[in-house]
């Protein structure tokens, strides 16, 4: 494979291995922030709002319908963080575009069967296969339209905009221009394309699947969702609208989404030793990669009593969270190179589960019953239904 064009198309994957390393951490200390995640909570609110008033036409105009949930929460994913990072507007044909484009870039980046990539004289097989084209077609779009927003908020900042909502992008635009040195350097416009398209990239796929493993394993486990339901419905009450705060309360919830992270996060994390280690008597030399095998961890019977249960309750009162401290349990990775969007994901999913489970029963589709329901089963289809006590 053409090594330059590569190179070009994984700017976000590249830039990991190099200074872009410090300066991800822009994202941790900066725009990933407690503060800068929580002052874009009205977008959350507006995306989950549009979510609900679809699903609620859809109930009332054809009761009995069933929605691709897969897709519903890939573009809800797409759509928040869209807005979040660009400042893109909700109706905006872009968002589209940019979903798109991030799914596309993503799929690339994890073509692992790039033949040039390991047999640089191989290479012509990547070109047959349609890869390069491919892959030049979707790094050039995606560049064109990053830079097409980053000059419209240029444009916006210059003009004095009286905007003040601050996306993730004039973060980085501001950081920029107050010449900040970041991991020993100023910002280049390169870096902040890599920082976006790693946002997106990183963002969205992960934070769609937990919200669509959740709803799988809860609709196989009915006592789960009932749970999990009174939970919700009880903190909210009468109130016609959940409020952020409200999830403070619904500790239920978080070992649900905590379970559904123990079975269903990444499967392997990888790290590049620095220089020679000895990791429990095996010797890995400078620049050698060693693979965290987060699914084992996350299954060892030694750790977890029935470890491929779906069991919620054993959250209960245990100390795991996702700081990275505990080695057995840490899906948002750990160490120096831990998830930066902890925050965000949490606060999106929860608030996303708490709404579509509060306003709506669930049902599988065709009278299937929970014990026939196939896990595998994708894309994710459930028929939405008015709650008997009538929240809708
Ligand atoms: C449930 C949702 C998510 C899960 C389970 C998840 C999990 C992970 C994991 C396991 C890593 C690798 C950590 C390591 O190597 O130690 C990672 C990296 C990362 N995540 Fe997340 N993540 C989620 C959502 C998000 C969101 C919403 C964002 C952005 C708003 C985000 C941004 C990133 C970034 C920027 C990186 C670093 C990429 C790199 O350095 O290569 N993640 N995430």
């Keep these: 494979m053409d090594r330059n064009v590569r190179t070009e198309v994984t700017e976000a994957n590249k830039a990991r291995a190099s200074d872009m390393a410090k300066s991800m951490k822009v994202c941790v200390s900066g725009i990933l922030s407690l503060k800068r995640v929580q002052a874009l909570q009205f977008i959350r609110e507006e995306e989950v709002a549009s979510l609900v008033a679809k699903l609620r036409r859809l109930v009332n105009d054809d009761r009995g319908a069933r929605v691709n949930l897969s897709d519903l929460f890939l573009t809800l994913a797409s759509t928040t963080l869209s807005r979040s990072v660009l400042g893109l507007k909700s109706a905006d044909e872009s968002i589209r575009v940019m979903g798109q484009l991030a799914q596309q870039a993503s799929n690339l980046l ?41 000059d419209e908020h240029i444009e916006k900042q210059n003009d004095g905009d009286d905007d003040d909502r601050k996306y993730f992008v004039d973060i980085l635009l501001e950081l920029q221009a ?102 429990g008597g095996f010797r890995i030399p400078a620049k050698g990669v060693g693979l965290i095998n987060m699914w084992a961890i996350h299954r060892d019977p030694d750790t977890w009593d029935r470890p491929l249960e779906y069991l919620p309750e054993r959250f209960v009162d245990a100390s795991y969270d996702y700081t990275g401290q505990d080695q057995k349990y840490f ?41 026939d329901f196939d896990m595998s089963a994708v894309p994710l289809h459930l028929v939405p239904v008015q709650p008997s006590h009538g929240s809708l």
């Design 331 to 371: 899906p948002f990775g750990l160490g120096r190179r831990i998830c930066p969007g902890v925050q965000f994901a949490m606060f999106s999913i929860e608030y996303a589960l708490a709404n579509v489970l509060c306003w709506f029963d669930w049902e599988l589709p065709d009278g299937m019953s929970a014990r």
């Design 178 to 279: 107050k010449k900040d040195v970041i991991g020993g350097h100023e910002l280049s416009r390169k870096e902040i394309r890599a920082v976006l398209l790693t946002l997106f990239i990183a963002g969205i796929e992960s934070s769609a699947t937990t919200l669509e493993c959740t709803m799988k394993e809860i609709v196989k486990n009915p006592r789960i969702m009932r749970k999990l339901q009174e939970e919700i419905r009880g903190v909210v009450g009468n109130k016609s609208n959940i409020h952020q705060s409200d999830l403070n309360q619904m500790e239920y919830l978080k070992c649900v989404i905590k379970e559904t992270l123990r079975l269903h996060s990444a499967k392997l994390l990888a790290r590049q030793a620095s220089e020679d280690v000895d990791v």
């Design 110 to 150: 994890g073509e692992v069967t790039a033949v040039g990539d390991y047999i640089p004289a191989l290479s012509w097989v990547d070109h047959l296969r349609g890869l390069t084209r491919e892959t030049k077609r979707v790094s050039r779009a995606v560049h064109e339209f990053l830079d097409r927003v980053i």
